[in-house]
């Protein structure tokens, strides 16, 4: 099993520039979940979902943040204008259906806006 | 509000040892728990996982206790290693709510 896939692995853009971060879930995997990460805040949840449904958005900061998931193995991140607070790494976890809730992490995208 | 939080920001141990790293929890509803461990530059790995209905689970080097009257967990490495040196985070959730919530996780340095 190729495990949860993002890309790219680091971005650099500018403030203001659209970003948009991409990811694979596991194959057969119905819960797919974005987290940011920081220094400061650590791990935090932006939204996730089931069977492409957005369940809870409540983490995502602000407007300027989107996600979408038009099939099961596809998901995106957008953030439109990005700033330079929006820095971080930013993971995706996919998580099955069935069994325990152990979310399977991919490798991050790690994002700089300067 | 609910929250996951570690003792101990940084745990630094000679190689061969025991390693024990503590987590508490404040959400008396929470009822699964998961250690993970992430090395530099890498994504949160799966190491171990209980529930609440237990207060003791054992896996290849590891185990993790639970104890829900005071809220806290800890996950033992057993002759740690070089490569165990990472980051370790304690994440619980509850029935239904299938999100995860994170501590600030534990540095674990292993020393040669």
């Known amino acids: 099993d190729a495990g949860v ?8 853009t500018e403030m203001g520039q659209e970003v948009t971060l991409r990811c694979k879930p596991i194959s057969g995997h119905d819960y797919l979940f974005w987290y940011r990460q920081t220094m400061m805040r650590g791990l935090e949840l932006l939204i996730y979902f089931n069977n492409n449904v957005p369940i809870d958005d409540s983490g995502m900061p602000e407007d300027r943040f989107s996600a979408k998931m038009p099939n099961a193995s596809f998901s995106t991140l957008k ?6 607070r929006d820095s971080a790494v930013y993971f995706c976890a996919s998580s099955p259906v069935d069994g325990a809730d152990t979310q399977y ?9 300067l | 509000g609910e929250s996951v939080g570690l003792h101990l920001p940084t745990l630094s141990v000679q190689e061969g040892d025991n390693s024990i790293i503590n987590c508490a929890y404040s959400n008396s509803a929470s ?8 090395e530099s530059g ?21 185990t993790v206790l639970l104890n829900k009257t005071v809220k806290h967990l800890s ?10 040196s990472a980051v370790y985070f304690c994440a619980e959730t509850h029935t239904g709510r299938r999100a995860l919530t994170f501590g600030s996780g534990t540095r674990l340095q292993v020393q040669p």
Do not use: C
């Open chain 2, 42 to 62: 890498k994504g949160p790995q799966f190491i171990i996982d209980i529930r609440s209905n237990m207060d003791k689970r054992q896996g290849q080097r590891v």
């Open chain 2, 31 to 38: 009822d699964y728990f998961i250690w993970y461990k992430q």
């Open chain 1, 79 to 84: 953030i439109q204008p990005s700033e330079p």
């Open chain 2, 75 to 84: 996950l033992q490495i057993a002759a740690t290693q070089p490569g165990d």
């Open chain 1, 105 to 113: 992490f991919g490798p991050g995208t790690r994002l700089t806006v």
């Open chain 1, 5 to 12: 896939i993002q890309s790219p692995r680091h971005e650099v």
